[in-house]
């Protein structure tokens, strides 16, 4: 639709697609929340409760891209200033990472050591989005993401650990 309306209105209408975000007021609720804030969740209350292992559904080989919400902010903001043709622009930092990774990540974020099963049996299926090099944003020289991952996260985990352990 935005396509049409710049066509024929010469106006400069965009739809921005993030990928995975985190951030604060992320929804850690394990039956609604997405897979990174589910995955600390889990993982911290492994911690908490001293359990061995910590379960992942699906084969653990899915891969998820990752981004925080300041940087999408950013992006959102460049791309109001920005003149482009494309109308649909995927936003992301162009780095993905398996969820067993991420999984690993975690545990060693928050000093914790468990076995990390997997459950096969629950599919797990996404269909990965390959974007043009114009639309990844790790592409874009004018642009680039501003926040530290590794700190961004930690302060997630932070945020989540005090949650837990007042549980």
């Not at 609720?29 to 911690?47: G, N, Q, R, V, Y």
């Not at 908490?48 to 292992?53: R, S, V």
């Not at 999408?72 to 109308?87: M, Q």
Request: glycine fraction near 2%; aromatic fraction near 14%; hydrophobic fraction near 35%.
């Amino acid at each position: 639709m935005c396509e049409s309306y710049n066509f024929q209105y010469k106006t400069n209408y965009k739809c921005l697609m993030p990928c995975n975000l985190y951030g604060p007021n992320d929804n850690y609720d394990l039956k609604t929340s997405h897979f990174f804030p589910a995955l600390i969740f889990k993982a911290l209350a492994a911690k908490k409760n001293k359990k061995n292992e910590l379960t992942l559904w699906g084969s653990g080989k899915p891969k998820r891209e990752l981004m925080y919400v300041d940087d999408l902010a950013d992006a959102c903001i460049y791309f109001l200033n920005k003149k482009t043709k494309d109308s649909l622009i995927n936003i992301g930092t162009g780095h993905d990472k398996s969820i067993f990774e991420y999984a690993k990540f975690i545990l060693k974020k928050i000093n914790f050591k468990c076995k990390i099963s997997l459950r096969n049996y629950i599919l797990t299926y996404i269909r990965i989005i390959f974007m043009d090099q114009c639309c990844n944003l790790s592409n874009i020289r004018d642009w680039c993401k501003k926040c530290l991952a590794s700190v961004n996260i930690e302060c997630c985990l932070l945020r989540v650990n005090i949650f837990t352990y007042c549980l």
